[in-house]
């Protein structure tokens, strides 16, 4: 088959991690005889140095006519004081909106190798394999109007969800979870916003046409702390915006490290792949950022965009081979376990791909 | 002393709970030759099936004659269809607007014979003691305009925040940090929101007042994996209205039961304690709630309206004593722990009024 993709380096690790998802879709690539092509663009910090805009025209221009969008990560504090419009973010929500993937989907699985690295207790996290579905179009994020008038002395975000911007991405949820365990949480805080009321609303209107799945509702704040006490009883978790950026980042620690975590926005024009960790430009260029996030998020790639689902898992599998050996980049090390190999960010992918077996 | 306090025990446990309060507080007016005096009143679900209003007019007006209110609890899931405006937290959300305190004090500590209830880890959350002060009256919970319009199939929340709004509780965080360990950490979403970069200038700008605290800002989204992995570093944590709402929820996990945690709102007309825990209608009546987060709520009454430290501290005190003697209601009882008495909410109330030390 053939695939073209655009690539988002972005700032700090990005350009690292995402040469070794890079190479990993080179590996199945050869050996399936597909022809996956990139083009290499700018996006975040990067663009704003060299092209003024986080997002350049022809960034967004050459992405539309890829397959699918690989991004690395955008970001960087020397930033810090520009207004959000003008920040390497701004790239990133811009490029989001202008794909118009709404289903933004954040696997959090508990690696039984890594049981000892996160702050839950193993017994806790044990078997966790929690799928996000966060709405990625809509409520704070996008809402009009948005300002801060410095005259005033005030400032205004608008969180605001459509019933249609609701039911589309619970759709997904719900499809999902019919190939999983049946169970599907949406989160909202319905005792107090009424975008949460009409979240609701739709939500169960919309599980009416999945009754093989299981539909709970809980309130954002509870959420949070059952995540932590009962992760194992989760499956598919659909959240609006926000709401999914903390939670999926609370979640994290299941897994141990933020390094390790990928993620995939569908339903639009391109699918945006995208690791959930951020640029860290404090170790950017030594060599020993995590690329396990970036090589699970060229998975999602190949099962999502590619249609190579064997192929996916077969990355997938090889990640738990390299963890199961000990492989241990900087992030996921620990000075208690003596059976590690503490590798750079190529040699965690060299094992990686070693250990693919297609 | 003489202190008048509305008591406003409300929905389902509220009750029980409220009373073990009154018999701790009693147990220390008794003790000093204090005055407190009571006065009961109907809020929530029980005041929306008495009077007809979660906040009756003459429970607001003679809160508003106290020098104190004591909440226990509203909700029940037999108002969940109705909307907000109807619901027992909207006779919540009203008291805290009237009564006027916006900053919601909300201690998350480790309990050291409870280190074992936790999801985490025990030698992650050892020696924890985090000070949330939430923005109690701004933020998406009152911000206009708010509406759900079932015909266009839309819903909007505003998030607002005035820099006079922000400053009033940044000056009582640093405050309190003052009198802590001097670190101030501030949350918010300032790489998207408008209202997060005015919050972020704000706070920033009340620190230069306070140069012998330190003060940092984190995303919510990190904040919410930082409290799991590393809670012990964090000392005072400000947040808007929400964002605090979430995350000491999720620091719920720390202590091990949010039975356990207390709060105090202050800066307006009158100080309005309540514990954090909810109603839990489906455990009311029985006799099993643990009285511990109430318990804890009076001693910030004594300590927050009544200016008596040296009791609050006596009560604080008598519940580190009972754990360790291993008194524990069913929240937190551990099948695997063989030196536990387990309690009745009376019992364990009884408990601490012998340890207190006056
Ligand atoms: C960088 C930031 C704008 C982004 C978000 O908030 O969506 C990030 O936190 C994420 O979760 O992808
Ligand atoms: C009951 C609800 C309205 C309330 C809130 O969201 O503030 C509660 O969750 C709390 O934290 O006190």
Redesign the interface.
């Known amino acids: 088959m053939n695939l073209k993709i655009a690539v988002l380096a972005g700032d700090g690790i990005g350009p690292e991690v995402t040469n070794e998802a890079l190479n990993v879709l080179n590996a199945v690539a050869k050996h399936g005889g597909h022809t996956f092509t990139y083009e290499d663009l700018r996006i975040g910090g990067v663009a704003i140095d060299a092209d003024g805009s986080p997002l350049p025209e022809a960034t967004l221009a050459a992405t539309l006519k890829c397959d699918a969008a690989l991004l690395g990560a955008v970001?960087h504090n020397k930033f810090n004081s520009y207004?959000?419009s003008q920040?390497p973010?701004a790239g990133l929500?811009k490029i989001r909106a202008e794909l118009g993937g709404y289903a933004n989907l954040r696997p959090s699985v508990a690696y039984k190798p890594l049981a000892d690295n996160s702050?839950?207790?193993a017994e806790?996290t044990e078997g966790t394999d929690i799928l996000f579905v966060r709405e990625l179009l809509g409520g704070?994020?996008f809402g009009e109007p948005?300002?801060?008038d410095k005259e005033k002395?005030?400032?205004?975000?608008?969180?605001?969800?459509?019933?249609?911007e609701v039911a589309r991405v619970a759709k997904i949820a719900f499809e999902l979870a019919q190939k999983r365990r049946k169970k599907v949480t949406s989160v909202d805080?319905?005792?107090?916003?009424?975008?949460s009321?009409?979240?609701r609303a739709v939500v169960s209107e919309v599980a009416k046409n999945y009754p093989d799945v299981t539909l709970e509702h809980q309130l954002?704040?509870?959420m949070?702390?059952h995540l932590?006490?009962t992760p194992r009883s989760f499956d598919v978790v659909l959240t609006e915006n926000?709401?999914g950026?903390?939670?999926?980042?609370?979640c994290?620690?299941i897994t141990g490290s933020?390094g390790m975590l990928p993620s995939a926005t569908l339903g639009g024009k391109v699918n945006l792949y995208e690791p959930v960790h951020g640029s860290a430009p404090d170790i950017a260029g030594k060599g020993i950022a995590n690329p396990l996030g970036a090589i699970l998020t060229a998975a999602m790639v190949l099962r999502h965009s590619a249609g190579l689902e064997k192929e996916a898992a077969a990355v997938e599998a090889a990640v738990q081979e390299v963890l199961t050996a000990g492989y241990r980049t900087a992030d996921i090390a620990r000075g208690d376990y003596a059976g590690q190999k503490k590798v750079s960010t190529g040699e965690m992918s060299k094992a990686v791909l070693d250990a693919i077996k297609l």
């Open positions: 970001g207004p959000p920040r973010e929500l702050p839950l207790r806790v704070l994020y948005r300002w801060w002395k005030l400032a205004h975000n608008t969180m605001v969800y459509s019933e249609a805080k319905a005792n107090v916003l009424e975008v009321q009409l979240w954002v704040d509870s949070a702390m932590m006490n926000l709401f950026d903390i939670l999926s980042d609370e994290g620690v933020l």
